[in-house]
C-alpha cells in the first residue's frame, strides 16, 4: 500500500475558514514534502520539512511532522478560493528524492 | 531562472508507436526524476538520474520503457510500442542534490489511441 496516505479524500470549506488535511506513512523517512496541484497542471512545491524538525511555516501554511505517530499535517488558514486544488504529502526515504506520494487531498473553497 | 521544461505538454499517439518525452532540468541541476501519475492517483516514482547515469530504476516497467540523461541536452523518457494502458501524464523533477526541495515541470499528457 501506498507509504504516504492522505485524508480526508476531499474536503469542501467556505472562504475563510481554515483548512486541515493529514497525511499518516510507514517507514523511516528521511523529511516529507507537501505539494499542490491545480486540475491538470503540474505540482508546486510548498513546504519540506525533515525528519528533525517538529513544525514550519510559510505564509498561510503550516506544517507538523510527529515521527513517533508517522504522520504530518497540514494547515492552510484564512483560505482562499485559489486554494482550490490537490495536496499530496510525498515522503523521502532517503535516498536521493525518490519521493512516495498519497493520493492527495481533494481541496474546495466555496466563495 | 526557468523553471523544469518539459515538452511535450500533450501528446497523442497510435498504439505501436513510440512516445519520446523530454525534460530540462533547473539551470544548476544535475539530478533528474520520472514520475507517472494516472487519473485520480497520486504520482509513482519511475526513475532518477543524474548525468549519464542511470541511480534508481526500480519504478520503471520492465519493457518499453527506458530513460537517459545525456551529458548534453535534456532527459528523455522513451516508450516504445506505445499501448492504451500508458495513457497518463508523466511528470519530470530536479534538485540540485539528492534530499532537498524537487521542482516539477508541468508534466506530459499522453494519450495513446
Known amino acids: 500500500s501506498q507509504q504516504g496516505e492522505e485524508d480526508p479524500q476531499a474536503l469542501s470549506i467556505q472562504e475563510g475558514e481554515n483548512a486541515t488535511m493529514n497525511c499518516s506513512y510507514k517507514t523511516s523517512i528521511n523529511n516529507l514534502q507537501w505539494y499542490r496541484q491545480n486540475s491538470g497542471r503540474g505540482l508546486v512545491h510548498l513546504i519540506l520539512i525533515r525528519s528533525n524538525e517538529r513544525e514550519k511555516h510559510s505564509g498561510r501554511l503550516r506544517v507538523t511532522l510527529d515521527t513517533s505517530k508517522k504522520s504530518s499535517s497540514l494547515l492552510i488558514t484564512a483560505s482562499r478560493a485559489a486554494d482550490t486544488a490537490s495536496y499530496f504529502c510525498?515522503?523521502?526515504?532517503?535516498?536521493?528524492?525518490?519521493?512516495?506520494f498519497g493520493a492527495g487531498t481533494i481541496l474546495r473553497v466555496k466563495s | 531562472n526557468a523553471g523544469v521544461m518539459q515538452n511535450p505538454r500533450h501528446l497523442v499517439r497510435r498504439r505501436g508507436q513510440e512516445a519520446r518525452l523530454r525534460c530540462s532540468p533547473m539551470?544548476?541541476?544535475?539530478?533528474v526524476y520520472w514520475y507517472r501519475q494516472l487519473p485520480e492517483e497520486g504520482l509513482k516514482f519511475m526513475v532518477y538520474?543524474?548525468?549519464?547515469?542511470?541511480?534508481?530504476e526500480s519504478g520503471m516497467p520492465k519493457e518499453r520503457f527506458s530513460a537517459e540523461f545525456p551529458k548534453e541536452g535534456p532527459s528523455i523518457l522513451r516508450i516504445q510500442q506505445v499501448v492504451r494502458g500508458d495513457s497518463a501524464a508523466y511528470f519530470c523533477?530536479?534538485?540540485?542534490?539528492?534530499?532537498?526541495?524537487?521542482?516539477f515541470g508541468q508534466g506530459t499528457r499522453l494519450t495513446v489511441v
Open positions: 523533477a530536479s534538485s540540485d542534490r539528492g534530499n532537498t526541495e524537487a521542482f
Open positions: 538520474l543524474q548525468k549519464e547515469n542511470i541511480i534508481d
Open positions: 510525498a515522503t523521502d526515504l532517503g535516498y536521493g528524492n525518490k519521493l512516495v
Open positions: 539551470k544548476g541541476h544535475s539530478h
